[in-house]
């Protein structure tokens, strides 16, 4: 088990009374990219929020990593374990803002070139920098939320729903 | 001014009672109750008043500082929208910022230490401090709901809550604080403050009246601002857990 990135053993999940994770039980391998299909509603989403830490399960264990979820702190997690959220939600202003959030929320700066470097790994032009993002179409908010989310150099990236928006598109280890 | 001359100023009372009744306009009821609680709750207020005017106890004082935070905090629980644990709050929120303007006032000996100026102002400043603490809260809980996702993704990103919380919080003290501040800038132009009219017909001295209304003004910018801070930032954590996770559910809906 030491290749896998993300490990589930019995993993429950209930919220607001539904029981939507039964029993969950498997691996994501390390250095793999593994898609995770099913019909809407399946709880992939939830399942990716477990993950990144954003839900906990109500019982059952997730390793990130072979490291049980709770012994991470929760802002290590996260820039752990990057999610890109299946509703892609921009902060209001331009790309660049939203492309420096990972860092700004840590007191740092985003550079300049690395800023263009990303934005070029997923496919969007240099000068969509300094755009709103109120003016991108759905995909290319989908593409910018990837970047944001590599911002932080994450060693598992989970993207949810990108098959809906984006052509295949090279990632670490698992998407939708 | 005597009761018997209160009695006649029913006529005030009467008339739009008579005109509600010609136009049909099914007032009538709603008005006689405000007139008579209005009535019964002033006079029984004036009466607590002169007893503890005479009484020249300072417990009483304190007493009756309790009673009207603990009225402003049913009050502001009952109508703004709510946040587990919100009681508590808005009772740290409202002694606060009682003991903060009297210690001020008090300290530097700006009104001196009676019944007769500690009581009416603790009531602006209190009375104040709750329209302000309805208004941040309606808006702080619309503002976290409608921007939920915003809230998750600054937490899936590696924020704190306190990061995830900052637009809707800055928002929500804004939003709340600018009416107090923007209705200061046309204060004298259209409507003499209810205070300072008072005083005026009392007999003070129309400049006396006018340097005290100021100094209430200025004590409400601070209820007001310190109101929405202090609420939005003992509020702020309650929303979410241990695991830094959005607890959707301590927003409490009506
Ligand atoms: N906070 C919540 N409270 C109650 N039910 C929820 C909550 N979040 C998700 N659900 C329910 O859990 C189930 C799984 O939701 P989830 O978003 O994980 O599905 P999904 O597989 O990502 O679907 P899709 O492909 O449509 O994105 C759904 O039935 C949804 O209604
Ligand atoms: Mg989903």
Redesign the pocket.
């Known amino acids: 088990m030491t290749k896998a990135a993300i490990e589930f053993k019995d993993v429950d999940y209930t919220?607001?009374?539904?029981h939507?994770l039964k029993r969950i039980t498997g691996f994501f391998p390390k250095g793999k990219i593994t898609t995770l299909v099913?019909?809407?509603?399946?709880?992939?989403?939830?399942?990716?929020?477990l993950c990144n830490g954003l839900q906990t399960a109500n019982s059952g264990q997730i390793y990130i990593n072979n490291k049980l979820i709770e012994q991470y702190a929760p802002t290590v997690l996260r820039r752990t374990v990057g999610i890109a959220l299946?509703e892609a939600t921009m902060i209001n202003g331009s790309v660049e803002k939203n492309l420096a959030l990972p860092l700004t929320l840590k007191g740092e700066k985003l550079h300049k070139e690395l800023a263009i470097e990303l934005l070029k790994v997923v496919g969007l032009k240099e000068s969509y920098m300094s755009r709103n993002t109120q003016e991108l179409s759905g995909g290319q908010r989908q593409k910018l939320s990837i970047a944001r989310t590599l911002v932080n150099k994450p060693q598992v990236l989970l993207l949810?729903?990108i098959t809906s928006y984006l052509t295949v598109y090279p990632s670490r280890t698992s998407k939708? | 001014m005597s009761y018997l001359t209160l009695s006649i100023t029913l006529i005030f009372v009467i008339i739009p009672l008579i005109l509600s009744k010609t136009f049909k306009l099914g007032l009538e009821r709603d008005t006689i109750i405000a007139a008579v609680r209005s009535i019964i709750q002033l006079l029984a207020v004036g009466y607590v008043l002169q007893f503890v005017f005479n009484a020249e106890n300072a417990v009483y004082i304190v007493l009756m500082l309790l009673l009207m935070i603990g009225a402003a905090t049913q009050n502001a629980r009952k109508k703004g929208a709510s946040i587990k644990g919100i009681t508590w709050k808005l009772i740290v929120t409202f002694l606060f910022i009682e003991i903060l303007t009297q210690s001020i006032l008090l300290g530097l000996d700006i009104t001196p230490p009676t019944a007769q100026y500690v009581i009416p102002i603790s009531g602006m400043v209190i009375g104040n401090s709750m329209v302000l603490g309805i208004l941040f809260l309606n808006r702080f809980t619309a503002e976290m709901e409608t921007r939920q996702n915003q809230t998750e993704l600054i937490l899936s990103l590696g924020g704190t809550p306190k990061q995830a919380v900052h637009t809707q919080l800055i928002t929500s003290i804004k939003a709340s604080t600018i009416p107090t501040i923007e209705s200061q800038k046309t204060i004298g132009l259209v409507q003499l403050p209810g205070m300072m009219s008072g005083q005026i017909i009392a007999g003070a001295d129309p400049v006396q009246a006018v340097l005290f209304q100021l100094l209430i003004l200025f004590l409400l910018l601070t209820t007001a601002v310190t109101t929405s801070i202090m609420l939005g930032y003992l509020s702020y954590p309650t929303l979410f857990n241990q695991r830094m996770q959005f607890l959707?559910e301590s927003l409490i809906r009506e």
């Not at chain 1, 919220?15 to 539904?18: E, K, Y």
């Not at chain 1, 099913?38 to 929020?49: D, E, N, R």
Request: no cysteine; proline share 5%.
């Open positions: 919220a607001n009374g539904i939507i099913g019909p809407s509603g399946a709880g992939k989403s939830s399942l990716f929020k299946q949810d729903e939708n | 959707r």
